[in-house]
């Protein structure tokens, strides 16, 4: 997720670039994601981390077309917000990317199984692409990039080493999940409408 940076808030304002910059210029030619969910936890005596010290939430969904098919993208923290993966199926996605650096104290527990979660809910492809581990960063990534099908299954993954992770991706397949088990029709967002709105 911070690939021309270090990973922790310390880091952020030293690396930082105006934007337009280099790197929003390149990135400006796939697409643009503002990160919607900042990752704020404290799990105590284990680690405490803010964001929100340092980073403002973004406000739009990101999506790109590819001559195969509606891609999405999500930042590491929003991969645990279903809803965000379900706004992207909404909108037509097959595939979502969620470029992340899960820690060591939730990865190991949570990684996979928000992936395939996300996966499976929307029946969707969902990718996860990870900084490999390094020790003597302030902040340890999990590592293990990972990509789930749309029946919740393990395609390809690794560790937490340096790594390129491979998967082929049939939207044919896709169709086939959908038919057999046709919840992106069948889900009554009528009655949802209203559920989640602030009172």
């Known amino acids: 997720e911070c690939f021309n940076s270090p990973y922790g808030t310390k880091?952020?304002?030293?690396?930082?670039e105006t934007v337009p910059g280099t790197t929003t210029q390149a990135l400006s030619e796939i697409a643009?994601?503002?990160?919607?969910?900042?990752?704020?936890?404290d799990?105590?005596?284990?680690?405490?981390?803010?964001?929100?010290?340092?980073?403002?939430?973004?406000?739009?969904?990101?999506?790109?077309?590819?001559?195969?098919c509606k891609v999405g993208l999500g930042?590491?923290?929003?991969?645990?917000?279903?809803?965000?993966?379900?706004?992207?199926?909404?909108?037509?996605?097959?595939f979502v990317i969620y470029p992340g650096a899960f820690n060591t104290i939730t990865g190991p527990v949570h990684w996979e199984l928000l992936q395939r979660s996300r996966a499976l809910?929307?029946?969707?492809?969902?990718?996860?692409?990870s900084p490999a581990r390094d020790v003597s960063s302030d902040y340890i990534a999990w590592g293990h990039s990972t990509v789930i099908n749309p029946w919740g299954t393990v395609m390809s993954?690794?560790?937490?080493?340096?790594?390129i992770v491979y998967a082929d991706i049939d939207l044919n397949y896709l169709d086939?999940?959908?038919?057999?088990?046709?919840?992106?029709?069948?889900?009554?967002?009528?009655?949802?409408s209203g559920a989640f709105?602030?009172?």
């Open 157 to 163: 993954t690794c560790d937490e080493k340096e790594q």
């Open 121 to 129: 809910d929307n029946q969707i492809y969902v990718a996860s692409c």
């Open 75 to 94: 930042i590491c923290y929003d991969l645990r917000f279903p809803e965000m993966a379900q706004a992207y199926g909404k909108k037509g996605c097959q």
């Open 43 to 68: 799990v105590p005596g284990k680690i405490s981390f803010h964001e929100s010290d340092v980073l403002s939430p973004g406000n739009e969904f990101a999506t790109f077309d590819t001559p195969y």
């Open 176 to 192: 086939e999940v959908r038919s057999q088990i046709p919840v992106t029709v069948q889900k009554r967002y009528d009655m949802y």
């Open 11 to 16: 880091y952020f304002k030293a690396y930082s």
């Open 32 to 41: 643009k994601e503002n990160k919607m969910h900042l990752f704020d936890i």
């Open 197 to 199: 709105e602030n009172n």
